[in-house]
Protein backbone atom coordinates (compact mmCIF):
# COMPACT_ATOMS: atom_id res chain seq x y z
CA UNK A 1 0.00 0.00 0.00
CA UNK A 2 1.56 3.08 -1.46
CA UNK A 3 1.57 6.50 1.11
CA UNK A 4 0.40 9.82 0.39
CA UNK A 5 2.98 12.09 0.35
CA UNK A 6 1.96 15.70 1.74
CA UNK A 7 3.67 18.53 0.04
CA UNK A 8 3.92 21.99 2.30
CA UNK A 9 2.64 24.76 1.33
CA UNK A 10 4.61 27.20 -0.65
CA UNK A 11 4.90 29.55 2.54
CA UNK A 12 5.98 27.04 5.26
CA UNK A 13 9.63 26.66 5.77
CA UNK A 14 11.16 23.71 3.98
CA UNK A 15 12.30 20.38 5.84
CA UNK A 16 15.36 21.20 7.90
CA UNK A 17 15.23 24.80 7.76
CA UNK A 18 15.59 27.23 10.91
CA UNK A 19 12.52 28.29 12.19
CA UNK A 20 13.04 31.61 14.65
CA UNK A 21 10.45 31.64 17.28
CA UNK A 22 7.98 35.10 17.31
CA UNK A 23 5.34 36.30 19.62
CA UNK A 24 1.80 35.49 17.71
CA UNK A 25 0.20 38.96 17.81
CA UNK A 26 -2.07 38.95 20.64
CA UNK A 27 1.08 37.54 22.70
CA UNK A 28 3.07 40.85 21.56
CA UNK A 29 3.11 43.07 25.44
CA UNK A 30 3.00 46.98 25.41
CA UNK A 31 5.64 46.96 28.43
CA UNK A 32 7.80 43.98 25.88
CA UNK A 33 7.98 46.68 23.30
CA UNK A 34 8.79 49.71 25.42
CA UNK A 35 11.61 47.79 26.80
CA UNK A 36 12.60 47.06 22.97
CA UNK A 37 12.64 50.24 21.96
CA UNK A 38 14.10 51.97 25.12
CA UNK A 39 17.48 50.60 23.72
CA UNK A 40 19.28 53.17 21.85
CA UNK A 41 20.79 50.50 19.40
CA UNK A 42 17.52 49.12 19.35
CA UNK A 43 15.99 52.03 18.35
CA UNK A 44 18.02 52.71 15.79
CA UNK A 45 17.29 49.50 13.65
CA UNK A 46 13.50 49.90 14.07
CA UNK A 47 14.12 53.55 12.34
CA UNK A 48 16.37 52.03 9.81
CA UNK A 49 13.61 49.14 9.38
CA UNK A 50 10.59 51.54 9.01
CA UNK A 51 12.24 53.91 6.78
CA UNK A 52 13.57 50.60 4.80
CA UNK A 53 11.61 49.41 2.03
CA UNK A 54 11.13 45.81 2.62
CA UNK A 55 13.20 43.02 4.89
CA UNK A 56 17.04 44.24 5.36
CA UNK A 57 20.02 41.41 6.64
CA UNK A 58 21.23 42.21 10.05
CA UNK A 59 24.44 42.83 8.36
CA UNK A 60 23.25 45.80 6.78
CA UNK A 61 23.05 47.46 9.67
CA UNK A 62 25.98 49.99 11.11
CA UNK A 63 25.79 49.00 14.61
CA UNK A 64 28.66 50.76 17.02
CA UNK A 65 28.39 46.84 19.49
CA UNK A 66 30.25 43.87 18.69
CA UNK A 67 28.36 40.78 16.95
CA UNK A 68 27.21 39.05 19.48
CA UNK A 69 25.74 42.20 21.07
CA UNK A 70 24.10 42.89 17.69
CA UNK A 71 22.87 39.39 17.63
CA UNK A 72 21.90 40.05 21.19
CA UNK A 73 19.66 43.37 20.09
CA UNK A 74 17.96 41.69 17.13
CA UNK A 75 16.79 38.71 19.18
CA UNK A 76 15.03 41.22 21.80
CA UNK A 77 13.24 43.02 19.23
CA UNK A 78 12.00 39.39 17.80
CA UNK A 79 10.84 38.73 20.88
CA UNK A 80 9.18 41.45 21.69
CA UNK A 81 7.37 41.17 18.68
CA UNK A 82 8.92 44.52 16.65
CA UNK A 83 10.30 42.35 13.90
CA UNK A 84 9.91 39.07 12.06
CA UNK A 85 12.80 37.25 10.95
CA UNK A 86 13.39 34.58 8.58
CA UNK A 87 16.71 32.79 7.06
CA UNK A 88 16.88 32.83 3.62
CA UNK A 89 19.59 30.97 2.69
CA UNK A 90 22.33 31.96 5.15
CA UNK A 91 20.90 35.62 5.55
CA UNK A 92 18.64 36.46 8.35
CA UNK A 93 16.30 39.10 6.95
CA UNK A 94 14.46 41.85 9.43
CA UNK A 95 11.24 43.22 8.63
CA UNK A 96 9.31 45.32 11.12
CA UNK A 97 6.51 43.88 12.09
CA UNK A 98 4.39 47.09 11.72
CA UNK A 99 0.78 45.65 10.82
CA UNK A 100 1.02 43.78 14.09
CA UNK A 101 2.27 46.66 15.86
CA UNK A 102 -0.20 49.25 13.94
CA UNK A 103 -3.18 46.49 15.09
CA UNK A 104 -2.71 46.25 18.65
CA UNK A 105 -1.02 50.05 19.64
CA UNK A 106 -2.44 52.57 17.40
CA UNK A 107 -0.05 55.24 16.51
CA UNK A 108 2.56 54.08 18.86
CA UNK A 109 5.24 53.27 16.40
CA UNK A 110 4.48 56.19 14.42
CA UNK A 111 4.80 58.50 17.32
CA UNK A 112 7.66 56.74 18.90
CA UNK A 113 9.28 57.04 15.25
CA UNK A 114 8.91 60.81 15.57
CA UNK A 115 10.21 61.28 18.34
CA UNK A 116 13.64 59.50 17.72
CA UNK A 117 14.06 62.06 14.54
CA UNK A 118 12.93 64.90 16.47
CA UNK A 119 15.84 64.14 19.40
CA UNK A 120 17.91 62.78 16.84
CA UNK A 121 18.04 66.46 15.03
CA UNK A 122 17.94 68.23 18.45
CA UNK A 123 21.25 66.25 19.55
CA UNK A 124 22.78 66.72 15.85
CA UNK A 125 22.67 62.86 15.45
CA UNK A 126 20.47 63.23 12.20
Do not use: W
Not at 38 to 52: F, K, Y
Not at 56 to 74: A, G, I, N, Y
Request: hydrophobic share 40%; proline share 6%; with cysteine.
Amino acid sequence: MRRATVTPAPTAPAAGARALPHPAREEIRLEAVLHALSDPVRLCVVRELAAAEGERTCSCFDLPVTKSTSTHHFRVLRESGIVQQTYRGTAKMNGLRRDDLDALFPGLLDRILEAAACQAVRLGED
